[in-house]
């Protein structure tokens, strides 16, 4: 008698399940098709023809991050819808501030055991990120490794490739007397989520309590997507005047806009030219967060700044308003080698 041996769906990992997953979601990176892409999902590598793109003489950037720990606020809520849309965001407005259009985007996403609903639903988000952002899902990676993970839990990671003709990489000519538009955040955003975390367990809420500071509830709230720049700081860029992007992630604007900035520049910020928004106040509120500290630490309600032409400032502000965006003229670079604040945030 032949004794029946060990398959690799007993030690926990299902192929099948995984092949599925590649059916589901074909439709959904279809969707994201855009000039230059050659191969779709299935092989072992993506194609992509830069001539097709437009592209002449192109310089290539490429981008990877994933959303910390706003995964962890997704997975206990299980509302992964829009978790997807976060991943290709924190790639997507990083390559934008290099002045390179993304072209596309390879997600990874790891989990103990693999759900098929779940799975479809944060790389269908995934997706709408990238449709989204002009960029094309041309392929990725769903590794299940039980014993790794927690059951429920799963691990999203992003790569996002562009590119620019060569010789218009931002930031560049950035000078003294440059006018910085702030674009309006969607909320938090991906980062300082530990720290939400924990201002939400001395606050004594769960998730499913109505948010203090909005009509949903807390957790669906603080999922709120991250703003996609991509498409309205490109309109920016190619109309003239832009010399730099800075997407405010981690450091909050007081250690973001130095990286767009040369040696000896600074830049002064009128906290009083926006309004704090109001899941921010309640933050800060609830965990006695000073000033400096929220502006180090989250968006603060801005989430993208571009550093301007004086001269095109105006007419840049009217484009990205046309384009969607809610604008700011928060303040000016200066010759002191320092992120200075004037007033108050309120």
Same mark, same amino acid.
């Given at each position: 008698?032949?004794?029946?041996?060990?398959?690799?769906?007993?030690?926990?990992?299902?192929?099948?399940?995984?092949?599925?997953?590649?059916?589901?979601?074909?439709?959904?990176?279809?969707?994201?098709?855009?000039?230059?892409?050659?191969?779709?999902?299935?092989?072992?590598?993506?194609?992509?023809?830069?001539?097709?793109?437009?592209?002449?003489?192109?310089?290539?950037?490429?981008?990877?991050?994933?959303?910390?720990?706003?995964?962890?606020?997704?997975?206990?809520?299980?509302?992964?819808?829009?978790?997807?849309?976060?991943?290709?965001?924190?790639?997507?407005?990083?390559?934008? %501030?290099?002045?390179?259009?993304?072209?596309?985007?390879?997600?990874?996403?790891?989990?103990?055991?693999?759900?098929?609903?779940?799975?479809?639903?944060?790389?269908?988000?995934?997706?709408?990120?990238?449709?989204?952002?002009? %960029?094309?899902?041309?392929?990725?990676?769903?590794?299940?490794?039980?014993?790794?993970?927690?059951?429920?839990?799963?691990?999203?990671?992003?790569?996002?490739?562009?590119?620019?003709?060569?010789?218009?990489?931002?930031?560049? %000519?950035?000078?003294?007397?440059?006018?910085?538009?702030?674009? @309006?955040?969607?909320?938090?955003?991906?980062?300082?989520?530990?720290?939400?975390?924990?201002?939400?367990?001395?606050?004594?809420? @769960?998730?499913?309590?109505? @948010?203090?500071?909005?009509?949903?509830?807390?957790?669906?709230?603080?999922?709120?997507?991250?703003?996609?720049?991509?498409?309205?700081?490109?309109?920016?860029?190619?109309?003239?005047?832009?010399?730099?992007?800075?997407?405010?992630?981690?450091?909050?604007?007081?250690?973001?806009?130095?990286?767009?900035?040369?040696?000896?520049?600074?830049?002064?910020?009128?906290?009083?030219?926006?309004?704090?928004?109001?899941?921010?106040?309640?933050?800060?509120?609830?965990?006695?967060?000073?000033?400096?500290?929220?502006?180090?630490?989250?968006?603060?309600?801005?989430?993208?700044?571009?550093?301007?032409?004086?001269?095109?400032?105006?007419?840049?502000?009217?484009?990205?308003?046309?384009?969607?965006?809610?604008?700011?003229?928060?303040?000016?670079?200066?010759?002191?080698?320092?992120?200075?604040?004037?007033?108050?945030?309120?």
């Amino acid at each position: 008698m032949t004794k029946n041996g060990l398959t690799y769906a007993d030690a926990g990992v299902d192929i099948d399940a995984g092949n599925t997953l590649i059916e589901r979601i074909k439709p959904a990176a279809k969707r994201t098709k855009r000039s230059g892409v050659m191969a779709g999902l299935g092989g072992f590598g993506a194609l992509f023809d830069l001539k097709d793109a437009g592209y002449t003489d192109p310089i290539l950037v490429a981008a990877t991050d994933g959303v910390g720990t706003k995964l962890r606020i997704a997975i206990d809520t299980g509302n992964v819808g829009s978790i997807g849309i976060d991943l290709v965001a924190m790639c997507v407005n990083d390559l934008v %501030c290099q002045g390179a259009e993304p072209l596309f985007f390879l997600d990874y996403f790891a989990t103990g055991k693999l759900d098929l609903d779940s799975a479809t639903l944060i790389i269908e988000g995934i997706a709408a990120g990238c449709e989204a952002s002009g %960029c094309a899902l041309i392929g990725g990676e769903t590794a299940e490794m039980p014993g790794m993970y927690e059951a429920g839990d799963f691990d999203l990671a992003g790569f996002a490739v562009g590119a620019m003709e060569r010789g218009a990489d931002l930031p560049a %000519c950035v000078k003294e007397g440059d006018v910085l538009l702030g674009l @309006a955040s969607d909320g938090v955003h991906s980062n300082g989520y530990s720290l939400v975390r924990k201002i939400v367990e001395v606050s004594g809420l @769960a998730w499913s309590d109505k @948010a203090p500071f909005a009509e949903e509830s807390l957790g669906e709230a603080l999922l709120a997507p991250t703003r996609l720049y991509v498409k309205p700081a490109l309109e920016a860029v190619r109309s003239g005047g832009v010399h730099a992007l800075a997407h405010i992630t981690g450091g909050g604007l007081t250690e973001n806009l130095p990286r767009v900035l040369p040696d000896g520049c600074g830049t002064e910020i009128d906290l009083t030219s926006w309004a704090l928004p109001p899941v921010f106040d309640w933050l800060s509120e609830v965990g006695g967060i000073a000033p400096s500290e929220m502006l180090k630490t989250f968006n603060a309600g801005i989430g993208m700044v571009l550093v301007v032409d004086p001269a095109k400032a105006d007419d840049l502000a009217d484009l990205l308003a046309e384009q969607g965006e809610t604008v700011y003229r928060i303040g000016r670079v200066t010759s002191a080698p320092e992120i200075s604040y004037t007033g108050q945030l309120a």
